[in-house]
């Protein structure tokens, strides 16, 4: 089975509809990654119903740790900067999407991380 996973800083207190878009943004930016460099992924995981999770972290620095390790692991990836029109400063990184992939794989990387 296949997944999306969604990361959203909690730290920054962003409203619901504020969320909402910085994970759609985040699930979009990803996807389009992941059927740019392994369509045949991204094919399978529409097939099955675009399965996704969103979890939080609690700063910055925890976002960024998620991204560097997503890279490293070799996954399509993003990392979403605001562009502070509404509630937050303009570059501030608000969210990380990582797939769709695997979901054993991506367990590696946040498994260890809450819902949001």
Not at 12 to 25: C, D, E, I, T, Y
Not at 46 to 73: C, H, M, P, T, Y
Request: proline letters at 3%; charged letters at 25%.
């Amino acid at each position: 089975m296949y997944k999306q996973v969604i990361i959203l800083r909690n730290d920054l207190k962003m409203g619901k509809g504020k969320l909402v878009a910085q994970g759609s943004h985040a699930s979009l930016i990803s996807f389009l990654n992941t059927q740019k460099n392994n369509p045949s992924v991204a094919k399978e995981w529409l097939n099955e119903g675009q399965k996704k999770v969103v979890l939080k972290v609690n700063s910055e620095k925890e976002l960024f740790e998620v991204f560097r390790d997503a890279n490293i692991d070799g996954f399509s990836c993003c990392l979403i900067r605001d562009a502070g029109h509404t509630q937050i400063p303009s570059g501030t990184a608000t969210a990380v999407g990582i797939g769709p992939d695997k979901e054993e794989k991506l367990e590696k990387i946040t498994g260890k991380l809450k819902l949001l």
